[in-house]
């Protein structure tokens, strides 16, 4: 069965400054991976996403996350942060061996301080 | 182009009182998923579907009930309301398979049982 571990229930940064968000996946065939945020009482977003191909994936806001198949992992980064981007960040997996269930970790609520 | 509409957005409910909170996409979708959302729990599987006529149950799907008799519909039946079952509810659909793989989410549904 499929699982995705978010690491960090809370990351609190101040402004500009770096963040990561780990996620780790287990699944025993290829999979397709995905970075959600949510603003608050909202639904969710899709913020990027590992299909195949290159393993670096950037957003359009200045997010990035890689593909790490020997490590299991896509965490999230991002090299300067601003207010905005206060929200939780879910990550998520999916694959054929699930029936592409899409499963989802506990969320990161990542807070940016000025 | 609506994407996916859930209605009601808020609902109380008596314990022991049914409901039906209603999901529909119009983006021709084969995947459709119901989740519930609990503060720190991340998102949970209810049921998922690959297809009209097609159902499966997902983490918690106790105390729940889907149907899907054609492509843009997959209510989710609460039968018997349990203080239990306050949460928030989404739906989401997708499509699975090349570069447009992706899931998109409902505003969802904030159900609290009294």
Known sequence: AQSVTQLDSQVPVFEEAPVELRCNYSSSVSVYLFWYVQYPNQGLQLLLKYLSGSTLVKSINGFEAEFNKSQTSFHLRKPSVHISDTAEYFCAVTSGGSNYKLTFGKGTLLTVNP | ?114
């Open chain 2, 1 to 114: 182009n609506a994407g996916v509409t859930q209605t009601p957005k808020f609902r109380i409910l008596k314990i022991g009182q049914s409901m039906t909170l209603q999901c529909t996409q119009d983006m021709n979708h084969n995947y459709m998923y119901w989740y519930r959302q609990d503060p720190g729990m991340g998102l949970k599987l209810i049921y998922y579907s690959v297809g009209a006529g097609i159902t499966d149950k997902g983490e918690v799907p106790n105390g729940y009930n889907v149907s899907r008799s054609t492509t843009e519909d997959f209510p989710l039946r609460l039968e018997l309301a349990a203080p239990s079952q306050t949460s928030v509810y989404f739906c989401a659909s997708s499509t699975i398979g090349g570069a447009n793989t992706e899931a998109f989410f409902g505003q969802g549904t904030r159900l609290t049982v009294v």
